[in-house]
């Protein structure tokens, strides 16, 4: 078992910054590969970004790629989103999930965990 807290999410201007984070605790945190998903109002789940297990290697959507990186922290058992120069279209519920495989994916189905979200909301 995997349990996933993630934090950071709030209202913020377009144009600004907010640092998403999600602790893990459960399982050994190197062992996954993590990623992150996002929701809006009315439509599926889309891809963010992933992070390979040893954080070598990570991917982007490309609706965020240039404006987002995400880090982890084995140490600290956490994994993190910085969104910069954030837009309206970012307006979404933000969550983390874990794959036990290790390999970063852009597809949801190959994620073993989820945690409960965090809302973004940027305004125009």
């Known amino acids: 078992q995997v349990q996933l807290v993630e934090s950071g999410g709030g209202l913020v201007q377009a144009g600004g910054s907010l640092r998403l984070s999600c602790a893990a605790s459960g399982r050994t945190f190197s062992s996954y590969a993590m990623g992150w998903f996002r929701q809006a109002p009315g439509k599926e789940r889309e891809f963010v970004a992933a992070i390979s297990r040893t954080g070598y290697s990570t991917i982007y959507a490309d609706s965020v790629k240039g404006r987002s990186a995400i880090s982890r922290d084995n140490a600290k058992n956490t994994v993190y989103l910085q969104m910069n120069s954030l837009k309206p279209e970012d307006t979404a519920v933000y969550y983390c999930?874990?794959?036990?495989?290790?390999?970063?994916?852009?597809?949801?189905?190959?994620?073993?965990?989820w945690g409960q979200g965090t809302q973004v909301t940027v305004s125009s």
């Open positions: 999930a874990a794959d036990l495989t290790g390999t970063n994916d852009r597809r949801a189905y190959e994620y073993d965990y």
